[in-house]
Nanobody, 124 residues
């Protein structure tokens, strides 16, 4: 079993930056693909980014490419999402997720573990 706890959300002006962190419990963290998803009010949860177990491969949704960077530190059991050039449309609850498989996935149904979420609000 893996427990995920996100932190780092908050209120920021458009054009600003935030770094989200997701701390994982459990000794098998390094085996999992990790992903970030987000859900805005009245909308479905959507994929943001994913990273493979070693950090050598990443994947992003088009709307965040060039602005967001996902990374991980397996020694610290932590995955990060660096968010730059934030826009009001990035406002959402951001969720960290873990996948018990070696290949990355963009569907939320492909992830086995979820954090409680952290709110990111970008003001215009």
């Amino acid at each position: 079993q893996v427990q995920l706890v996100e932190s780092g959300g908050g209120l920021v002006q458009a054009g600003g930056s935030l770094r989200l962190s997701c701390a994982a419990s459990g000794r098998t963290f390094s085996r999992y693909v990790m992903g970030w998803f987000r859900q805005a009010p009245g909308k479905e949860r959507e994929f943001v980014a994913a990273i493979n177990w070693s950090g050598s491969s990443t994947y992003y949704t088009d709307s965040v490419k060039g602005r967001f960077t996902i990374s991980r530190d397996n020694a610290k059991n932590t995955v990060y999402l660096q968010m730059n050039s934030l826009k009001p449309e990035d406002t959402a609850v951001y969720y960290c997720a873990g996948r018990r498989a070696p290949d990355m996935a963009v569907s939320s149904s492909g992830y086995n573990y979820w954090g409680q979420g952290t709110q990111v609000t970008v003001s215009s």
